[in-house]
């Protein structure tokens, strides 16, 4: 038994818990709860409930980095919840990837950034990304390529437009 939280059991196995809510006719959903449903239906996630009720920075992620790609974000939270991570340790490493001068994130950015923050990924990854700095005009530059080329990328697949030019960056 327990006051301010609800365990949900299967027989002696646990399968849910969640925070209590002393509010006549709430509902308090968990978005971990509905990785599943959301990898079936991604475009779903974002109007969600469960999103709404997610912390709001996580929400601010979500709606910054992967409005058009839900799927993705569900990716990185099935990340999580496989590697006992948090939404703290989300947040923490996108912190980390933009103080760096990242300007998009994506979640194999932020899945790789978690498992280096902690000893599980290659030393090399993490040292390479801290000598990457925002004021290099070169990375600057490679950067902004690699975001028109997304983009223009991006409305091809989602307008089914002919090929279009994309800029291109010599290095």
Known sequence: MHSERIVVLDGRDKVATHVRSRRLGDWCI??????????????ALGRSTAMRQVHPDVAALFRKHFTDSPR??????????????????????????SSRGLKRLSSEQLSAEMLASDGNGTANVRQDAATLTPSDPQQTAIEESASQTLDTLSAMIGCGATQQPVNKVTV
Request: aromatic share 12%; glycine share 2%; hydrophobic share 50%.
């Open 72 to 97: 993705s974000f569900v990716e990185l939270l099935v990340f999580t919840r496989d590697n006992q991570r948090t939404y703290a340790d989300i947040l923490a490493a996108a912190d980390r990837l």
């Open 30 to 43: 968990d978005l971990m709860h509905y990785l599943g449903t959301f990898l079936r239906k991604p475009a």
